[in-house]
Nanobody, 125 residues
Framework: VQLQASGGGLVQAGGSLKLSCAAS????????MGWFRQAPGKEREFVSA????????SYADSLKGRFTISRDNAKNTMYLQMNSLKPEDTAIYYC???????????????????WGQGTQLTVSS
């Protein structure tokens, strides 16, 4: 059972980037999934979460309007489209799955059972 995050990189402020999180098993199509990020010296923070069907979505208040989460269960993949990027968005971005079939959109890291390895996003000013 693995999650593979990808798509990070170096982007200028104001730019856009799309992260992907590929799951190794179709089982993940039944799980709530989320994105978290961790900047150097800071705690891991919630970014966004999406329910198993995609019908329920949650965002950190500070990111609403700039980030869009989505998933394609046929491809066992979750996405995070990030627009209008700011230097303060610089962090390692982690994807996670809660492991609870047909759950909602948990926002706490402790609610997630499976984690990807993270992908680095650096936004230059």
């Amino acid at each position: 059972v693995q999650l593979q995050a990808s798509g990070g990189g170096l982007v200028q402020a104001g730019g856009s980037l799309k992260l992907s999180c590929a799951a190794s098993e179709s089982t993940f199509s039944r799980y709530g999934m989320g994105w978290f990020r961790q900047a150097p010296g800071k705690e891991r923070e919630f970014v966004s979460a999406i329910s198993w069907s995609g019908a329920k979505i949650s965002y950190a208040d500070s990111l609403k309007g700039r980030f869009t989460i989505s998933r394609d269960n046929a491809k066992n993949t979750m996405y995070l489209q990030m627009n209008s990027l700011k230097p303060e968005d610089t962090a390692i971005y982690y994807c996670a799955a809660d492991g609870v079939p047909y759950s909602n959109v948990p926002q706490s890291p402790g609610d997630y059972r499976y984690w990807g390895q993270g992908t680095q996003l650096t936004v230059s000013s």
